[in-house]
C-alpha cells in the first residue's frame, strides 16, 4: 500500500467513535476512518495531494462522487457537516487541530442541523410540447404565420421579435411553474435554496432542509404537484442527504509567506496584540492614503497593500482568538512559521440561491 502523505477531509460527526467506514474513498487504497479530539471526529482518509490538482472534468465527477458517497453512508448513522469537496490537511495532527481549534463552531453548527437532512427537488418539462404550446399563444402565432407567408429576406426583423418573444414566453412559464412548486413545498422545509436550472429542460432546481419528522410529508406534495400540472412534469427527489447546499464547513490554511510579507510590510513584529495590528495599520494608512499624497507615485497601489495585510493579518488573529476572548478583545497573535502553518480558519457556507 503506498504511503499517505496528506490526509483528505469528507466531514466532522459529533462522536467519540473510532470507526472505519465500509465505504470507497477518494482513493480506495486507504481506508474512511475517524481521527477524534473529545467528543468530535473528522471522517478522513490518506490521499497524496497532487493527484487533486489540475483535475481533468471526469476525474473531478469521479473523486466528488466519493466524496458525497462517503458523507451519505457516515450520515446513516451520525449527523454529519460536510466540508468543502477537495479539502485536505497534513497529517492527523492537524485534523485533531481543526477540531480543537473549531470545536465551539463546529458544535454549534452540527446542534443547528441535527435531525435535519437535505433532499432536492428538480421537475423537468418536455421541450417539444412547450414549444407547441407557445407556438399557438397569440400574438406568436400571428407573427408567425406573418413570417411563413413571405420570403425570409423580408423579415428579418420580425423573426428577430418572434424569437424574442417565444424566450419571453418560456420565462413567464418557468416563473409561474417555480413559484407554484415552491410554495407547495416551503412550508414543509426549515430553509430553502433556490439554485440555477442547468439547462432548458430544467424549470426547478430546488433544495429543501427538512427535519427528519417531515420527511413523510415530502412525497404527499410531490404527488399533490403532480396532480395540479396533470402529469405534464417530471418531478425528481434526491434526498435525505447530508445538509450541503445548507452548511458546509470550509478550512483554509494561509501560506506563511503571504502572512509574513503583510507582517513587514506593517513593521510588526512575530509576536503582536491584536490591538496592535490595528494600531500600527491605522498609522500607516492614515501616511500613505492618496488623499493625503496626490502627487505620490502609486499612492493607490500601496494603499491597497496595507490594506490587504491588515485583512489578512486580522483574518489570522481572529481564528487565532482564544475561546472566551473571540468577541472583539484583545488577544496575542503568533505570526511565525510554526505557528501560522497550524492554524486554520474556519468558515460555516450557506449556498446562496438565485431568488
Not at 465551539?104 to 423537468?124: F, I, N, P, S
Not at 413570417?147 to 418557468?174: D, F, K, Y
Amino acid at each position: 500500500m503506498p504511503t499517505a502523505t496528506w490526509q483528505y477531509v469528507y466531514g466532522i460527526i459529533p462522536t467519540d467513535d473510532r470507526a472505519i467506514f465500509d465505504v470507497a474513498g477518494i482513493d480506495p487504497a486507504y481506508d474512511v476512518y475517524t481521527v477524534v479530539e473529545g467528543d468530535l471526529a473528522v471522517v478522513t482518509s490518506g490521499v497524496d495531494p497532487d493527484s487533486l490538482h489540475d483535475l481533468e472534468r471526469a476525474t473531478a465527477v469521479r473523486y466528488l462522487s466519493a466524496h458525497q458517497r462517503v458523507l451519505e453512508l457516515v450520515s446513516h448513522d451520525y449527523p454529519v457537516l460536510p466540508v468543502k469537496f477537495g479539502t485536505t490537511l497534513p497529517d492527523e495532527g492537524m485534523l485533531r487541530e481543526l477540531l480543537s481549534q473549531g470545536a465551539q463552531l463546529l458544535r454549534t453548527t452540527l446542534d443547528a442541523y441535527a435531525g435535519k437532512e437535505q433532499h432536492e427537488v428538480v421537475v423537468l418539462w418536455d421541450m417539444k410540447n412547450v414549444f407547441q404550446e407557445i407556438a399557438a399563444e397569440e400574438p406568436i402565432a400571428a407573427l408567425r404565420n406573418q413570417i411563413t407567408s413571405q420570403p425570409p429576406e423580408e423579415t428579418v426583423n420580425e423573426r428577430v421579435a418572434l424569437g424574442q418573444m417565444v424566450h419571453a414566453s418560456i420565462q413567464r412559464r418557468r416563473r409561474q411553474i417555480s413559484e407554484q412548486v415552491i410554495a407547495q413545498l416551503r412550508d414543509l422545509a426549515d430553509d430553502v435554496i433556490v439554485n440555477p436550472t442547468m439547462d432548458d429542460t430544467m424549470v426547478v432546481n430546488v433544495a429543501l432542509l427538512l427535519a427528519n419528522s417531515r420527511q413523510g410529508d415530502i412525497d404527499e406534495r410531490l404527488e399533490a404537484l403532480d396532480a395540479l400540472f396533470g402529469g405534464q412534469l417530471q418531478i425528481r427527489c434526491v434526498g435525505p442527504l447530508p445538509p450541503y447546499s445548507f452548511a458546509t464547513l470550509a478550512v483554509q490554511v494561509l501560506p506563511f509567506d503571504a502572512v509574513d510579507a503583510a507582517r513587514q510590510l506593517l513593521g510588526l513584529s512575530e509576536e503582536v496584540r491584536t490591538s496592535e495590528i490595528k494600531h500600527v495599520y491605522r498609522q500607516h494608512a492614515a501616511q500613505a492614503h492618496p488623499d493625503h499624497n496626490p502627487s505620490a507615485e502609486h499612492a493607490v497601489e500601496h494603499m491597497e497593500s496595507l490594506t490587504g495585510a491588515y485583512q489578512l493579518l486580522s483574518a489570522l488573529a481572529k481564528a487565532q482568538a482564544p475561546a472566551a476572548d473571540d468577541q472583539g478583545h484583545d488577544w496575542l497573535c503568533h505570526l511565525d512559521r510554526a505557528a501560522v502553518e497550524r492554524t486554520l480558519l474556519l468558515a460555516v457556507v450557506h449556498q446562496e440561491g438565485v431568488l
